[in-house]
Nanobody, 118 residues
């Protein structure tokens, strides 16, 4: 059974930092790319960053470039999102995502709330 469990969210002042974690289980974590999405209040879910299976390649949404860093530890089956210089517009529920198998089935965690106060 595929499980993705996010943690590390919270309330932080603008300019502060948070590190999100996503613990994965139930699939061969090391062979799949992983992604972070977020859903701001009243808005659609959007891609924040993704990372290749070995962590060699990363991509970021324009609003977070230079401030967020995605990484992974395949020995721990965990993907991270380091968020620095947080802004009020980063306030959202952050989700971990994996797209698995030949059918490219999408799996999501339960999400973790990040609130940035200005």
């Amino acid at each position: 059974q595929v499980q993705l469990v996010e943690s590390g969210g919270g309330l932080v002042q603008a300019g502060g930092s948070l590190r999100l974690s996503c613990a994965a289980s139930g699939f061969s974590f090391r062979i799949y790319a992983m992604s972070w999405y977020r859903q701001p209040p009243g808005k659609e879910r959007e891609l924040v960053a993704n990372i290749s299976s070995r962590g060699v390649s990363t991509n970021y949404a324009e609003p977070v470039k230079g401030r967020f860093t995605v990484s992974r530890d395949n020995a721990k089956n965990t993907v991270y999102l380091q968020m620095n210089n947080l802004k009020s517009e980063d306030t959202a529920v952050y989700f971990c995502n994996a797209v698995l198998g030949l059918r490219r089935t999408a799996y999501w965690g339960q999400g973790t709330q990040v609130t940035v106060s200005s």
